[in-house]
């Protein structure tokens, strides 16, 4: 059995990918400061796929903590690398944070990779550093525009890292997936997004909304360049987005690719509003999103969605769920939480 570490593993994503990666038959190790996420999601990945993955509670500055958990488990094949700190805005304000938690964590993992024979990384990128494309659909040979926040400079200087790491020859491998924006939960509604506090993303304010937490959704924005003013993005469901993981992974593996570098786009290819959001979402659940239009948010990308062309011809991965179904998901997930008091 292949054995997988998977970095920020109790995350949204993280913790689904988990999921599809045991389903697969990897024997995954996670390790998580739960800096954004609840231990308990180890038992949701337990209930959905009968196994609970080895756990480390750690923070990857700790470059002799994770030295220590890689000595304690030789043979490890590959790193999906998710761990990180991702909300824009907090990344205006706290810059060194940023930068620290989400440069020097890498830097500590691909030091460590060659000495501990790991030859290859999935490391989870952004749409964000497109800016805002020229060409829509975006595909990944589009120019990289400058970072509009600490956050999104971030993802370009992991993307450059690596690159920088495969020219110098460093014994590794690399498949960088750029994501849109990843919704929904898992259909057995044991895991799902936990974001905490007032969430920033539109989707959990949505279902926090329709059912009751927050009194109304606010709109940023209906005078864009878009057929109905609201901003445009590519959403993507969060277990499709995992599967690809599974993909990248045993691609790199198995050495499918003789490029020692590849880049993914991960969308759909269908971008959707945020008012069309909330008439999906209301059609889905039959439960109504009280909302109301307020003014632009800054650094919002008026409008983008992939050409995931790539992803579908060279990895063979095509994400299959609707946005309304994606949307029940989250709403189910929501009920969920609710229900147990989270
Ligand atoms: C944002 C980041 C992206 C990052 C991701 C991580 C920007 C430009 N992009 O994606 O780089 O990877 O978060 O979480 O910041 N919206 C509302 N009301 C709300 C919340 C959102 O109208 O209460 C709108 C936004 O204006 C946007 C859309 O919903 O048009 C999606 O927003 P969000 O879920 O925050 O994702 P992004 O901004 O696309």
Redesign the pocket.
């Not at 959704?217 to 924005?221: A, E, I, N, R, T």
């Not at 609201?230 to 993005?233: E, F, N, P, V």
């Given at each position: 059995m292949k054995k997988i570490l998977v970095t920020g593993g109790t995350g949204y994503i993280g913790s689904h990918t988990v999921v599809e990666l045991q389903n697969a038959g990897y024997e995954v190790l996670i390790i998580d400061n739960l800096s954004n996420s609840n231990v308990e999601v180890l038992d949701g990945i337990e209930k959905i796929t009968g196994i609970r993955p080895a756990f480390y509670e750690l923070d990857l500055n700790d470059k002799a903590g994770v030295q220590a958990v890689l000595e304690a488990n030789p043979g490890i094949k590959g790193i999906i690398h998710f761990a990180a700190s991702?909300?824009?805005g907090e990344s205006v304000h706290k810059p060194l944070l940023y930068y620290r938690n989400n440069l020097v964590t890498l830097i500590n993992l691909l030091e460590l990779m060659p000495e501990h024979g790991i030859d290859g990384i999935v490391f989870s990128s952004?749409?964000?550093v497109y800016g805002q494309p020229d060409i829509l659909p975006v595909t990944e040979d589009a120019p990289i525009k400058p970072a509009?926040?600490p956050?999104?400079n971030t993802?370009q200087i992991n993307e450059e890292i690596i690159r920088d790491c495969i020219h110098a020859n460093m014994p590794i491998k690399s498949i960088i997936l750029r994501?849109f924006?990843p919704i929904g939960a898992h259909p057995s509604t044991e895991i799902g997004e936990l974001p905490n506090g007032v969430?920033?993303?539109?989707?959990p304010?949505v279902t926090q909304t329709a059912i009751g937490m927050r009194k109304e959704?606010?709109?940023?924005?209906d005078d864009y360049d878009t057929p109905d003013g609201?901003?445009?993005?590519d959403y993507i469901n969060v277990v499709d987005l995992a599967k690809a993981h599974v993909i990248a992974m045993d691609r790199m593996l198995e050495n499918k690719s003789a490029e020692k570098l590849e880049i993914f786009n991960l969308g759909t290819g269908i971008g959707v509003s945020?008012l069309e959001?909330i008439r999906t979402f209301e059609k889905g659940t039959g439960v109504k999103v009280p909302y109301k239009i307020v003014g632009?948010?800054e650094?919002?990308?008026e409008k983008?969605w992939a050409n995931p062309h790539h992803a579908n011809t060279v990895l063979g991965w095509t994400a299959k769920e609707s946005v309304e179904d994606t949307l029940v998901s989250a709403w189910e997930w929501q009920k969920r939480l609710v229900k147990r008091g989270s």
């Open positions: 991702k909300a824009v952004s749409c964000t509009m926040s956050y999104g993802k994501y924006n969430p920033q993303n539109l989707v304010f959704l606010s709109v940023f924005g609201s901003c445009i993005r945020v959001l632009r948010r650094g919002d990308i983008v």
